[in-house]
């Protein structure tokens, strides 16, 4: 369902050269997967036999026995409807191969054998098995059967293509799972039995993270682990899937246990980046002659009452982790001030001039003018930071924003804008009682206006202050707070604002300035453009009742854009991720309002100013995002509109 695939990673208790035992572990393992809607299952390399039996695979009645059991396996295991990926040893043209068997539902799809055999330190495989490579047939009878033998197998339905790869063949400077991504696979697997060293694991995480991000790949990988001998190595049971380069799920190591590990993995998602980036699709013309993929089909398990594991960030531009999200932090805001001061260099702008409203957004944007000064050797004080009181300015945010200006050190202009919006309201003979989109957008172009002409007076350049999800909404004044001459939050997101201000807060300010930065962190976000009536510090306009929760317009524009989501996935997504905040009539509510002014305000962001962008996601027509301004929202709308 909405391109999910349900895997496992297994690490049974095995019996090193007692085959049957070894098969009852796995057809237990994965019947127990089958009842939680496992699609595509792996089991450790040569786990049929236990990979450490050394001289033993050379013993004609373990190879026969190996077979039997497969085929017992195989038999007591007709009705399970998942995807099995074995390790097992199988001989061909009188050779012995290390490889992984593909069955479902009682047949043998395909069998993989490992291309890239170690021979070095403690491993000794050539020794006893010969390489994929040196095969010069595609077949091997199995059971009285003949069936695909081939390092070039692709197992492919309708929903997604899996590509095999054994342990060392990772370890490859090309190991074969990239050759075969790029010629369809969605889902790589790798089954092993690397040993454990000090040091090893962390590499080896690196290496499937890695790898499934350069396949713009799933990645499951399993391992042998308790029962396997201990004569010289000791085996962890390690058990990982990732995901493009995001590690989804991971064992515990030295379990002595048996250890089912699960996730989904979003095929959709995966070949959505594979569209938009054409650089993958070129990888395929490399692909040697002999190393050209053979396609087996098989039926793709689609069970639509699947129990979901895999968790769903309903902060997607926000990292969990405090430690990732400081390092974020910082990462953005140095882009941020290189950025600016690459802009005032190249202009020789000698001042930055900024409207200070109170909110997180001018906070922001006048915290990373003053960073960037510093970082100039230029004094604070060319930094120009206005406060334009209105009609729905209140007092709180005009007091935080003066205080703020004043312990940055920056030079403060208040300017009152009531008696000239008031003018300008008789000269377009407007009545000031009816407050309407005439009445707001009045005072936001006469503030506009302020900016552009003290930046002309003191020889500078006004600084923009709007972000992200404003954009995206298209919440901003045209010709209003939507213009500037270099727009530094344009890249971020509004939930990912308030943690860079709050950052900014505990790392850089004196004592005075972080008391005024918690205040403005903590004070509703509003455009303050209505009167607030008798009491003076209350906000009237709050912008979250009006266009809907910031949470979820970035979580709806994070995966419409990031993945090229539809709505009815959107809205899937956005009720795992908010089941405990938001109803499903909410959630589709503002799902509505968010795709409505998407494609309504497109027109705003065909002629965005510069800014720099900090993360996956960018608005700008010179960067991620071209769209005609006259697009037709009818299509998603409708899909919106028929959802449960």
Known sequence: MYGYIKVAAAVPYLQIGNCNYNIQRIEYMLKKAEAQDVQVMAFPELSITGYTCM???????????????????????????T?????????????????????????????????????????????WFSSGDDLRTDTVVVGGKVCP???????????????????????????????????????????????????????????????????????????????????????????????????????????????????????AYLRHDRLVNTGFTQ????????????????????????????????????????????????????????????????THAETAVIGVSGGLDSTLALLVAATTFDALGRARKQITGVTMPGFGTSERTCRNARQLIRSLGVTLREIDIHKACRQHFEDIGH??????????????????????????????????????????????????????????????????????VEWVAGHKMDELSEKTLRDIISTPISPELIPSGEHEDAILQKTEELVGPYELHDFFLYHFMRFGAPPAKIYFLAQRAFRDQYTKEVIKKWLHVFFSRFFAQQFKRSCLPDGPKVGSISLSPRSDWRMPSDASAALWLHEIEALD
């Open 55 to 81: 001289d033993l695979f050379a013993q004609d009645i373990l190879l026969r026995q190996a077979e039997k059991a497969l085929l017992e396996l195989i038999r007591k295991t007709k009705a399970v409807e």
């Open 283 to 346: 990888g395929a013309a490399y692909v040697p002659d002999h190393r050209a993929s053979v396609c087996v089909p098989f039926d793709l398990w689609q069970n639509k009452k699947k129990k979901y594991v895999r968790s769903i960030d309903p902060a997607p531009f926000v990292p969990k982790d405090d430690r990732m999200r400081e390092e974020r932090c910082e990462e953005i805001f140095h882009i941020q001030v290189n950025g600016l001061a690459k802009r005032l260099v190249h």
């Open 149 to 267: 033998l081939s390092t070039r197998l692709l197992f492919a339905s309708e929903g997604v293509c899996i590509g095999i790869e054994l342990c060392e063949d990772l370890w490859a400077p090309i190991p074969p799972s990239s050759l075969l991504a790029v010629q369809g696979a969605d889902l790589l697997v790798n089954l092993s039995a690397s040993n454990e060293l000090i040091g090893k694991h962390e590499y080896l995480k690196s290496l499937v993270k890695q790898q499934s991000a350069r396949c713009l790949a799933g990645y499951i990988y399993t391992s042998s682990g308790y029962g396997e001998s201990s004569t010289d190595l000791v085996y962890a049971g390690k058990s990982l899937i990732a995901e493009n380069g995001v590690l989804l799920a991971e064992s515990e190591r030295f379990p002595m246990k048996e250890k089912l590990v699960m996730s989904e993995i979003d095929v």
């Open 431 to 500: 009545d000031e009682q009816m407050q309407d989109v005439t009445y707001e957008n009045t005072q936001a172009r006469e503030r506009t206006q302020i900016l552009m002409d003290l930046a002309n007076q003191e020889h500078g350049i006004v600084v923009g202050t709007g972000d992200l999800s404003e954009l995206a909404l298209g919440w901003a004044t045209y010709n209003g707070d939507h213009m500037s001459m270099y727009a530094v939050n344009a890249g971020i997101p509004k939930t990912l604002v308030r943690y860079l």
């Open 83 to 127: 995807l099995c990926i074995v390790g097992m040893p199988l001989r061909a043209e009188n050779k012995l191969m290390n490889t992984a068997v593909v069955f479902q539902k009682g047949s043998i799809l395909g069998i993989v054998p490992k291309t890239y055999l170690p021979n070095y330190r403690e491993f000794q495989e050539k020794r």
